[in-house]
């Protein structure tokens, strides 16, 4: 769970202008308005409303089972919803080929007989269409996107002999490959050591630096206090939603993981621990 | 020397012999690229299922006097398809699926059957197969089915690896997963059908599921694994035959001995992950 060790983050990516998104535009990415969703008649969402502006990086926390990889279903469109609405860019409508997404590690097949580059090269299928065959500019836009999560020379690797922390970095380079503008990333830094983490947080900022937006469900409050614009805390509706530091007090945090959460807030930065 | 040659000449001068080769190659090459799928899905239980509930279609087939394949590869896809319907409302799982289904067809068959008095060889060569019989109008229907089933394959090889691989990234893509998962499915069931013939009902699962297996020891990637799975499975159908010509046994057992044969050779020496292979190099990486 969150890590207690005051010492991880890394002080290269503190940032120093935490109220200033290098590519907020003024508009929003994604609005959710009373979404209610579940499973056989239990609902997994309960009435979730948010906003996450446009070059914004979102991190989306709550406990095991308070319905974070069903909100990123939902918006995705792989979910229907009870009732409720999500607005991608404005409008209603799913804009799939702005739209990345990496799943879960576990969710992943690891030992599919797939290069690196097979897997990347997937993003570029649903611009495709049916039958249609990966280009030479397709696989440009591949490797491109392989350089900028620095794997472009285990290319050739298959998937499953790569690192965790490199097979993260695939799965994000797939979304890249899409040429998405909107990134929901379901549990990245799950299981990784610090120092995946900290290169997966400063691909984060680059992508958020050249005008994305991501929202990044995970665990780990360290890296969402420290690093994030905005955080929601869900458990199964939005605890609360706003600056990382406006949210993460104890009152709501233990709301959010019903258990008790230790703060700790040295200078502009919060580390959370458990007891 | 001229007596080796004879030897290996000899069985194929025998028209029905040449038949059972062309017809088990084909077979098994088309049966090796669908079963790359079926293995790295998970799949083979589904695998053994197809062939068995393609007999409640061959029997009534048989009582319709229609048939007996158009039957079989009906039952089979029509099976198929309700697996996936049946699975993905998500109420049982999908080996509890295909348990359920496969049986209740299968049983239905021997339900229509034991109401024929007359049994003929043919409905028994369904379950222990018939590759010493086949016609010339098997070889050609079993050529042309395989030859769309291998262009299928090809035309839509991207849309199926990508489902296979993340089924939940293919769809936020806009792929029409569910069309995809069964049409999958559908060319699983036609290529039981077809092995049918060649190895009947119960060992058909062997042609899906072997030599794709053995190809995946020996490869790194998908289209690979499919060429070499094949390979495996027309050498199978080769050796396979020589052994029922000269030892006088049953050709389909022969044919799937081989290529459990060429598993095991595979599983023992596979280089980099083969059995023997990680004995002698594993304990120097560990020091």
């Known amino acids: 769970m969150a890590s207690g060790n005051p010492a991880l983050p890394p002080p290269s990516l503190a940032l120093e202008a935490q109220d200033v998104w290098a590519g907020y535009n003024g ?28 070059g914004c990086l979102g991190g989306l926390v709550g406990p095991n089972g308070s319905g974070k990889s069903t909100l990123l279903r939902v918006i995705l469109g792989l979910h229907r919803p009870w009732r409720g609405e999500i607005r991608l860019f404005g409008s209603t409508e799913r804009p799939r080929r702005r739209l990345g997404y990496t799943p879960q590690s576990e969710q992943v097949d690891w030992s599919f007989p797939v290069t690196v580059l097979d897997v990347v090269l997937m993003g570029r299928y649903g611009r495709l269409g049916l039958v249609r065959r990966p280009t030479k500019a397709d696989r440009e836009i591949a490797m491109g996107a392989l350089e900028s999560v620095r794997l472009a020379d285990l290319a050739a690797r298959r998937i499953g002999e790569l690192s965790g922390g490199q097979q993260r970095r695939a799965l994000v380079a797939r979304a890249l490959a899409q040429e998405a503008d909107l990134l929901l990333l379901d549990e990245p830094l799950a299981g990784l050591d610090a120092t995946s983490q900290h290169d997966l947080l400063a691909l984060f900022e680059g992508l958020r630096q050249k005008g994305k937006t991501l929202i990044v469900a995970t665990h780990d409050l360290s890296c969402v206090a420290a690093d994030f614009d905005h955080a ?11 600056r990382p530091k406006e949210v993460f007090t104890e009152e709501l945090l233990n709301a959010t993981f019903e258990r008790h959460l230790l703060l700790v807030r040295l200078g502009d930065r919060t580390y959370v621990g458990h007891d | 020397m001229t007596e080796a040659i004879d030897l290996l000449r000899d069985p194929w001068s025998l028209e029905f012999m040449r038949r059972a080769l062309l017809a088990a190659m084909v077979v098994s090459a088309v049966a090796a690229v669908i079963g790359s799928f079926v293995i790295l899905k998970g799949m083979a239980f589904i695998g053994d299922a197809l062939p068995h509930a393609s007999f409640g279609g061959v029997a009534v087939a048989f009582v319709l006097g229609a048939n007996l394949y158009l039957g079989g590869a009906i039952a089979a896809v029509l099976t198929a398809i309700l697996i996936g319907f049946v699975s993905r409302r998500g109420l049982i799982k999908y080996d509890t699926a295909i348990g359920i289904l496969f049986v209740g067809a299968f049983a239905a068959g021997i339900l229509i059957i034991s109401r024929q008095n007359n049994y003929t060889p043919d409905l028994f060569s369904f379950v222990f197969g018939n590759v010493l019989g086949v016609s010339w109008n098997d070889v050609w229907t079993t050529a042309a089915l395989s030859a769309v089933i291998l262009l299928l394959v090809l035309l839509f090889y991207k849309e199926i690896l990508f489902v296979a691989y993340d089924p ?8 029409p997963v569910a069309a995809i998962q069964y049409g999958l499915l559908a060319l699983i069931g036609v290529t039981t059908v077809i092995g049918l013939q060649t190895v009947g009902i119960v060992l058909v699962v062997a042609l899906l599921v072997t030599p794709a297996a053995t190809a995946q020891l020996l490869t790194r990637r998908l289209p690979p694994m499919m060429a070499v799975g094949a390979l495996v499975g027309v050498l199978s159908s080769l050796v396979g035959l020589y052994i029922a010509y000269y030892a006088d046994v049953a050709a389909s057992a022969a044919i799937v001995l081989t290529a459990t044969g060429f598993f095991a050779l595979a599983f023992l020496f596979a280089p980099g992950r083969g ?5 002698r190099f594993a304990p120097a990486e560990r020091a």
């Open chain 2, 168 to 175: 939940s990234m293919a769809a936020a893509s806009g792929l």
């Open chain 2, 275 to 279: 059995l023997l292979w990680q004995r």
């Open chain 1, 232 to 242: 929601i805390l869900l458990n199964r509706r939005v605890v609360a939603f706003g």
């Open chain 1, 27 to 54: 508009s929003l990415a994604l609005e959710a308005q009373d979404v209610w969703a579940g499973y056989n008649g239990y609902p997994a969402l309960e009435g979730v409303t948010f906003n996450i502006e446009t």
